[in-house]
């Protein structure tokens, strides 16, 4: 029997540093209120320099994440998977995205807004 998408994105959620040491009922009300998101490979999660309003976390697949330099490069920074934060800075910064992230396989991800 599967967990209940709830607890499934409690368990998602408790495996991530900044969210890990909340109280279960806290989690449960962020992956409540958090939108789950389906991204296809090559589909762009979040656009560089795009104004930040919600931090992403990965509960399936992985991203490549880009940043594209002033004569018009792209520096592939890496890559992200399962249990990974992103957008975090421009968050928590109140700026923008610092980089380009796209899914480099079939991506689900809980969004949460800002």
Known sequence: MQPHPLE????????????????????KLIAYTAEV???????TVVQQADHADC???????????????????QVRLGTLGRHS????????CGGRRTATVQARTPVVTLKISA
């Open 55 to 73: 931090v992403y976390v990965i509960a399936e697949g992985e991203v490549e994440v880009h940043l594209a330099t002033d004569d018009g490069r």
């Open 37 to 43: 998101l389906r991204f296809e490979p090559g589909e």
């Open 85 to 92: 934060l992103l957008g975090e800075i421009a968050v928590l």
């Open 8 to 27: 499934r994105d409690v368990e998602t959620l408790r495996n991530i540093p900044l969210f890990g040491g909340l109280p279960t009922p806290r989690l």
